[in-house]
């Protein structure tokens, strides 16, 4: 799978939906499938981020805080 974005986009849709449901207190064999179902779509949200063909420019080194300015070293 090239794009990862659809992997975590589902996994998360599932997760709101099964939240919902629970909340709802509806629909319990699709509680219990949906809630069966979430190891096996973790493990493939985790490989699909993993296994993308996404290159790193920085090293560690270089870039080991991106987020902020103040915390880069450097």
Do not use: C
């Not at 993993?50 to 290159?55: K, Q, R, Y």
């Amino acid at each position: 799978m090239k794009n990862y974005h659809s992997a975590v986009g589902i996994v998360t849709a599932v997760l709101i939906v099964f939240v919902t449901l629970i909340q709802l207190d509806i629909a319990h064999l699709l509680i219990w499938a949906i809630f069966l179902a979430g190891p096996f779509l973790i493990l493939w949200m985790v490989w699909a981020v993993l296994a993308a063909p996404v290159e790193i420019q920085e090293t560690f080194e270089e870039q080991w805080y991106q987020d902020r300015e103040d915390l880069r070293r450097g």
